[in-house]
C-alpha cells in the first residue's frame, strides 16, 4: 500500500494493519443513491455489475452517484429509467437506512431508499443481470462491501 506523507498505518486490537482517522478523513466522500425496489411478493431487486466495470460480477442495488446539485431522490429517478426502464414519482421513493463504508480511494455514503410502486417492465438495461430475491436470501448473493450491511435491515424489516 503507497501512502501519502500524511498517512500512517498503525495495527489495531485485531492486529490488522488501519490508516490513522486522520488519513481516513481526507478521503474524498462519494454520495450514491440506491433503490430496494420491493414487488408485491416481498422479493427485492439485485443487478449484477457487469463486465469492465469496478466489482464486476458482484450484486447491487440499482442507483448511482448523485450529481453536483442533484438530491438523491433526483438521481434515483434519473437512474432507475436509465437502468432498468422504469419510471418513479418521488413520493414512491421513501428514505429507509444508509451505509458508510471506506473504500481505498475514496468514502461512500449511500442511502437506500425503499420503492414499492413503479411505472414500467424493470429490464436489465446497463447490467449483466437481474433477480428478484426474497430477503432472507439475499446474503446468498455476493455484494459489494458498502451494500453487505443493508441485506440485514432488509431481511428484518421486510
Same mark, same amino acid.
Given at each position: 500500500? *503507497?501512502?501519502?506523507p *500524511?498517512?500512517?498505518?498503525?495495527r *489495531?486490537? &485485531?492486529?490488522l494493519s488501519?490508516?490513522?482517522?486522520?488519513? $481516513?478523513? &481526507?478521503?474524498p466522500i462519494?454520495?450514491?443513491? !440506491?433503490?430496494?425496489?420491493?414487488d408485491?411478493d416481498g422479493?427485492?431487486?439485485?443487478c449484477? &455489475?457487469p463486465?469492465?466495470?469496478?466489482?464486476?460480477g458482484?450484486?447491487? #442495488?440499482?442507483g448511482?452517484k448523485v450529481?453536483? /446539485? $442533484?438530491s438523491? =431522490?433526483a438521481?434515483?429517478?434519473r437512474?432507475? =429509467? $436509465? =437502468?432498468l426502464?422504469?419510471? +418513479?414519482a418521488? !413520493?414512491?421513493?421513501?428514505? #429507509?437506512v #444508509?451505509?458508510?463504508?471506506a473504500?481505498d480511494? #475514496?468514502h %461512500?455514503?449511500?442511502p437506500l431508499f425503499?420503492c414499492?410502486?413503479w411505472d /414500467?417492465?424493470?429490464? !436489465? &438495461? $446497463?447490467h449483466e443481470a437481474?433477480?428478484w430475491?426474497?430477503p432472507?436470501?439475499?446474503? *446468498?448473493?455476493?455484494?459489494?462491501?458498502a451494500? +453487505?450491511?443493508?441485506? !440485514?435491515? %432488509?431481511?428484518?424489516?421486510l
Amino acid at each position: 500500500m *503507497d501512502l501519502r506523507p *500524511d498517512q500512517a498505518l498503525h495495527r *489495531d486490537q &485485531r492486529g490488522l494493519s488501519v490508516l490513522t482517522a486522520a488519513a $481516513e478523513a &481526507r478521503k474524498p466522500i462519494l454520495l450514491v443513491a !440506491a433503490a430496494a425496489l420491493v414487488d408485491v411478493d416481498g422479493r427485492v431487486l439485485l443487478c449484477q &455489475r457487469p463486465k469492465g466495470k469496478q466489482l464486476a460480477g458482484l450484486w447491487e #442495488f440499482p442507483g448511482g452517484k448523485v450529481e453536483p /446539485g $442533484e438530491s438523491p =431522490e433526483a438521481c434515483l429517478i434519473r437512474e432507475l =429509467e $436509465e =437502468e432498468l426502464g422504469i419510471r +418513479v414519482a418521488q !413520493a414512491c421513493l421513501a428514505p #429507509f437506512v #444508509f451505509t458508510s463504508h471506506a473504500y481505498d480511494s #475514496f468514502h %461512500l455514503l449511500m442511502p437506500l431508499f425503499l420503492c414499492r410502486r413503479w411505472d /414500467g417492465v424493470v429490464e !436489465a &438495461r $446497463e447490467h449483466e443481470a437481474i433477480a428478484w430475491v426474497k430477503p432472507s436470501k439475499m446474503s *446468498d448473493y455476493p455484494m459489494p462491501p458498502a451494500d +453487505v450491511p443493508l441485506v !440485514a435491515w %432488509l431481511r428484518d424489516c421486510l
